[in-house]
């Protein structure tokens, strides 16, 4: 089965503790995103690799950190200078490169984060 | 500035009725329009992709319309059903493939 999985699906930490998020994709894509959802507002891009080994900031990208070591994972952690980290999480993939103008993102179902 | 804008924020409608939900947008150059379907606590899942000489598309009960001169777009659904009962996400992105603009979406409740 092809597709994109993120674990766990809700998670919970305290204040002051990092917590990383995970993500798998077996879809061959070179391409991985992390974004963030809050009620009422749009998707918001955390994160973004376009290669192993390789990864940009994206709009929201302080207080997260991510790494790319292989091309199927993608991890993000949240760290305690995250100020308000309890949000839903994405994360999605594409064929990549500029020629994948048209490429589709697949998303995964999403971990749900809260800061108690 | 790269904006998009959906309306309505949110919509209810009974079961079997059509609806149409709007999506404006300031992208430009402007590359292609996706619209979305996002179930609750789940990942959104592309319904359609309009580019920029294609005015209408249809994914069985999905139409897409786009409108490049007015830098308008629309998804008409018809006949909804319960299961259509999610949030809906309009998406543009740029001609340089640099910027992917997401709308707030719009949450759509069907009800028997």
């Known amino acids: 089965d092809g597709g994109i999985t993120q674990s766990p699906k809700y998670l919970f930490r305290k204040e002051g503790q990092n917590v990383t998020l995970s993500c798998e994709q077996n879809l061959n894509h070179d391409a991985m995103y992390w974004y963030r959802q809050d009620p009422g507002q749009g998707l918001r891009l955390i994160y973004y690799?376009?290669?192993?080994?390789?990864?940009q900031k994206g709009d929201i990208a302080e207080g997260y950190s991510v790494s790319r070591e292989k091309k199927e994972s993608f991890p993000l952690t949240v760290t305690s200078a995250q100020k308000n980290p309890t949000a839903f999480y994405l994360c999605a993939s594409s064929g990549g490169g500029t020629s994948g103008a048209y490429n589709e993102q697949f998303f995964g179902p999403g971990t749900r984060l809260t800061v108690l | 500035k790269n904006q998009v804008e959906q309306s309505p924020q949110s919509l209810i409608i009974l079961e079997g009725k059509n609806c149409t939900l709007q999506c404006n947008y300031t992208v430009s150059p402007f590359s292609n329009l996706r619209w979305y379907k996002q179930d609750t606590g789940r990942g959104p899942v592309s319904l359609t992709i309009m580019t920029f000489s294609e005015n209408t598309k249809s994914n069985g009960r999905y139409t897409a319309t786009l409108d490049a001169d007015t830098k308008q777009s629309s998804l008409h659904i018809t006949a909804s059903q319960l299961s259509d009962s999610a949030s809906y996400i309009c998406v543009v992105r740029n001609q340089a493939g640099t910027a992917l603009i997401f709308g707030k979406g719009t949450t759509l409740s069907v009800s028997s």
């Open positions: 690799s376009q290669i192993v080994n390789d990864f």
